[in-house]
């Protein structure tokens, strides 16, 4: 059962990871949720997109059985943007939300299916069901999800305001296609874009 204080930050994660990709992988373990995407046409190689969420931030009840007590997670292949609209539209209703239940369950196809508890004037809560469809990912195919390793790395930067860097990108997105990035040991992240007409930059500290 989902935290319903945590319907906007779990909604967020979802739409962005739609954005990227029409599919993506959902493992299920005991402590943690991923969310996972191979590169297009690449899947047998590293995935292009590890998302790893602690559930217990977000879920303030969680049970779950895997396959086997030696292999206890599930995987599964799902469409994010279905998966993200239904979460969507409880942002706009969250007030009203007294509780949301996410659970896999078969019916014609197996799905997640959310169960949606709203206030009622009766003695009787009501109920919204949706499914989101999805495929169970076998146990012979588990492999090809596997964390994948992270190259080492000379530097780190700490990040600005991610609402002023998407403020500034959009932007220079209509000037050319590509975009350069840049970062120095002053504290400056640089973004820019060149084409034959013009030269632009953003300086953030």
């Known amino acids: 059962m989902i ?18 990709a029409k599919h993506c992988v959902l493992r299920i373990s005991q402590e943690r ?51 993200s609209k239904t979460l969507n ?27 949606v508890e709203l206030p009622s004037v009766s003695l009787h809560a009501r109920t919204v069901v949706h499914d989101v469809p999805v495929q169970l990912i076998p146990r012979r195919q588990w492999h090809l999800y596997k964390e994948p390793e992270m190259p080492k790395f000379d530097a780190s930067v700490y990040l600005p ?11 220079m997105k209509t000037l050319s296609p590509n ?9 400056t992240l ?3 874009v060149s084409t034959d007409v013009v030269s632009v930059s953003t300086h953030f500290k």
């Open 89 to 115: 539209s409880l942002k706009t209703t969250q007030a009203a939300v007294r509780s949301l239940k996410v659970k896999l369950s078969k019916k014609h196809t197996p799905c997640l299916t959310l169960e």
């Open 3 to 20: 935290d319903i204080t945590c319907i906007k930050e779990f909604s967020n994660i979802v739409s962005t990871i739609a954005k990227l």
């Open 161 to 171: 305001s991610l609402r002023q860097v998407k403020h500034v990108v959009e932007r």
């Open 190 to 192: 640089i973004t820019s």
């Open 33 to 83: 949720l991923f969310f996972i995407i191979h590169e297009a046409g690449a899947v047998g190689s590293s995935p292009g997109l590890w998302t790893e969420l602690d559930q217990g931030h977000f879920f303030n009840e969680f049970n779950m059985e895997g396959v086997s007590e030696e292999n206890n997670e599930i995987y599964l292949d799902l469409q994010p943007d279905l998966f």
């Open 179 to 187: 975009i350069s990035l840049s970062a120095n040991k002053r504290g």
